[in-house]
């Protein structure tokens, strides 16, 4: 069954929410059949996929191809498009760009801090999900976010802030798993951690992490479940082997 906003919202304390970033068809398809909440066109695409430094040269054009690509992979999980950087400067700007993901097949949008954009999303009747710690569109320094008082105080009034705009979510990157907690405890929506411990209302991650398809940067909060990476140089290395000794195509390869 198709998942919403309001059966995501029930699972805050009752049943984990799962999420995980994909951007093509084939991946997925794979995690909606397996069951995951909700997939995320995150612009991580930028790294893992078209090979840029971070997140900042990613495009409006470029999250709307890769959401019509899981979209249309996605006959369960809750489709949510991250708004790339400088596509929610201003309120006309964000929902046009909001507008233009869900006809590409998002349900909902991601952005980064700002409740003032999300309280006008929302009132113009766009689902919000907030994300807050480590922004990569405004923080290049990928340190732990949170750590003195101030900060942590600054992060806990602003996963109200956004809980108050009408966000129905909010993700936490990189922040002490102590102050996960509170901010998880202190707000009615569900809480999704990333390098934010276990105590939050559900977890991802970007799926070439957990494949083993990117080693440009080793997180301490990945889990790596397969080593994709290992396993593609190995078929390619085999590929370039046979052609190059004549082992393939062989007869049984052949058309007569
Ligand atoms: O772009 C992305 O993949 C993200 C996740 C890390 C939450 O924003």
């Known amino acids: ?3 919403t906003i309001s059966k995501i919202r029930s699972m805050k304390g009752k049943e984990k929410i799962t999420m995980l970033t994909a951007y093509d068809y084939f991946t997925a398809k794979a995690m909606d059949e397996e069951g995951i909440d909700i997939i ?4 991580s695409l930028g790294m893992v996929v078209l090979g840029y430094e971070n997140t900042l040269s990613v495009t409006v054009d470029d999250i709307m191809r890769h959401t019509g690509a899981v979209a249309r992979a996605s006959k369960n999980a809750l489709i949510v498009a991250d708004m790339p950087v400088n596509s929610y400067n201003d309120n006309e700007s964000a929902a046009l760009n909001a507008e233009a993901f869900i006809k590409s097949g998002a349900d909902n949008v991601k952005i980064e801090n700002n409740p003032e954009i999300a309280k006008f999303l929302v009132e113009n009747n766009f689902e919000v999900m907030a994300h ?3 922004t990569p569109q405004t923080i290049t320094d990928f340190k732990v ?3 003195e008082k101030s900060s942590e105080i600054k992060l806990i009034n602003l996963a109200k802030e ?3 705009a009408g ?3 909010i993700v936490l990157e990189c922040v002490p798993a102590m102050l996960a907690k509170k901010i998880t405890e202190s707000i009615s929506i569900p809480t999704i951690g990333i390098g934010a411990g276990p105590y939050c209302d559900g977890q991802v991650l970007v799926v070439n992490d957990i494949l083993g398809l990117y080693d440009k940067l080793s997180p301490k909060f990945v889990k790596k479940y397969a080593d994709l990476g290992k396993e593609m140089k190995n078929a390619f290395k085999s590929y370039i082997k046979d052609v190059k000794q004549g082992n393939f195509p062989k007869e049984e390869h052949s058309f007569h």
Not at 40 to 43: H, P, S, T, V
């Open 145 to 147: 976010q949170g750590k």
């Open 40 to 43: 995320l066109i995150g612009d």
């Open 132 to 134: 807050i710690g480590l």
């Open 162 to 164: 956004l809980e108050n």
């Open 1 to 3: 069954m198709k998942a």
């Open 167 to 169: 966000c129905y979510s």
